[in-house]
Nanobody, 114 residues
Framework: VQLQASGGGLVQAGGSLRLSCTAS????????VGWARQGPGKQRELVAVITRGGNFNYADSVKGRFTISRDNAKNTMFLDMNSLDPSDSGVYFC?????????WGQGTQLTVSS
């Protein structure tokens, strides 16, 4: 299983960005898909998930600003981020998991400048 994340970069505060993650060697069907981030000196935190049942869950810190979506036919997930703040900076990782496996992408860096 390989997850390839892309779309990170340098953005000014208040800006927007879309992250993408394409999976190979697995499908999203029947799995939870999500995004986590890890800021400098911080633990990795899950920020957005689509559960296998189709529920959308967000961390309080990103609710109303971030939107997760997926295209099952293309095995690709997205994270649309708006109203970005410097506290959103970090490495963003995509994740696909079920009862038997837990796969992570290599991460893509987001830096939000003030």
């Amino acid at each position: 299983v390989q997850l390839q994340a892309s779309g990170g970069g340098l953005v000014q505060a208040g800006g927007s960005l879309r992250l993408s993650c394409t999976a190979s060697g697995t499908s999203f069907s029947g799995k939870n898909v999500g995004w986590a981030r890890q800021g400098p000196g911080k633990q990795r935190e899950l920020v957005a998930v689509i559960t296998r049942g189709g529920n959308f869950n967000y961390a309080d810190s990103v609710k109303g600003r971030f939107t997760i979506s997926r295209d099952n036919a293309k095995n690709t997930m997205f994270l649309d981020m708006n109203s970005l703040d410097p506290s959103d900076s970090g490495v963003y990782f995509c994740n696909v998991r079920d009862d038997f496996s837990d796969s992570w992408g290599q991460g893509t860096q987001l830096t939000v400048s003030s």
